[in-house]
Every structure is written in structure tokens, then in C-alpha cells.
């Protein structure tokens, strides 16, 4: 089926973390199975790098809707 996909700018200052919530980035498939909606990171981010607020410090290249509802996945700013 169709995917849609919402996303807001997301900024962050130097040296800091931001959230990436469901305000900020969201893709909706029809289904109800966020866990299945799967986020790539084909380029990573020039100033800084996704990562798992378990992991710090450790960069990402994957992470799921359902990671972003559950509010653990982020951006550092370095």
C-alpha cells in the first residue's frame, strides 16, 4: 500500500540532543503495525548521528516508528 510520511524540522543545538518523537518524524502505511515501518539512514547527518538513547555515542543505521513512538531514538548535535 501507499506510505505516507510527516516529518518537521528537528534542531538542535551544538553539543545537545533532540528527540526524535512522532511530532517531529511520522509513517503511516495503513496497517497497525508500526514495528514493520523500518527507517534507513542511507546518508548519515553532516553535524552529528542518530542514535539509541541507551547507546550513547554508538550511531545507528536503522530504526523503526514504533522506536520513535517509543521515544528512544535521537539526534546528537556534535
Not at 514495528?35 to 542514535?51: A, D, H, K, M, N
Amino acid at each position: 500500500g501507499d506510505i505516507a510520511v510527516f516529518r518537521k524540522p528537528l534542531r538542535v543545538p551544538k553539543g545537545h540532543r533532540g528527540y526524535i518523537t512522532t511530532n517531529v518524524l511520522l509513517a503511516l502505511d495503513g496497517t497497525d503495525k508500526p514495528e514493520e515501518l523500518l527507517y534507513v539512514i542511507t546518508s548519515p547527518p553532516q553535524y552529528g548521528q542518530i542514535e539509541y538513547i541507551s547507546y550513547p555515542g554508538i550511531p545507528i543505521t536503522s530504526f523503526s516508528q514504533m522506536d520513535i513512538a517509543r521515544q528512544i531514538v535521537c539526534y546528537v548535535h556534535n
